[in-house]
């Protein structure tokens, strides 16, 4: 089963910056699709962005001009820069990934990691 490790998560202050990583990791995979979801206390887990094997992205529209979603094709990687964070983003952030291992379909997800923005 593919594995996703997040890491970069903590502490900062309000107009801070943070470089969320994610790597995946397995044997026979491949992946269509990486992104961040993340989720609030007492809130709905929501997209916050991805992106396509295409390379096409999309980001919910609260962090639209503000992160920024990359990803290293070669080390399974995907990144979200967080800039101008707002106490509002405080979350636990969490990978996700699409793909199969030849026809099967696969959608992993990491364990999280804490982002709190203080003001």
């Known amino acids: 089963q593919v594995q996703l490790m997040e890491s970069g998560g903590g502490l900062v202050q309000a107009g801070g910056s943070l470089r969320l990583s994610c790597s995946a990791s397995?044997?026979?995979?491949?992946?269509?699709?990486m992104g961040w979801y993340r989720q609030a206390p007492g809130k709905q887990r929501e997209l916050v962005a991805i992106?396509?094997?295409?390379?096409?992205?999309d980001y919910v529209d609260s962090v639209k001009g503000r992160f920024s979603i990359s990803r290293d094709y070669d080390k399974n990687t995907v990144y979200l820069l967080m800039n101008s964070l707002k106490s509002e983003d405080t979350a636990v952030y969490y990978c996700?990934?699409?793909?199969?291992?030849?026809?099967?379909?696969?959608?992993?997800w990491g364990q999280g990691t804490l982002v709190t923005v203080s003001s």
């Open positions: 996700n990934a699409r793909g199969y291992y030849s026809t099967d379909q696969f959608d992993a």
């Open positions: 397995g044997i026979g995979f491949r992946l269509v699709a």
């Open positions: 992106t396509t094997s295409g390379g096409s992205t």
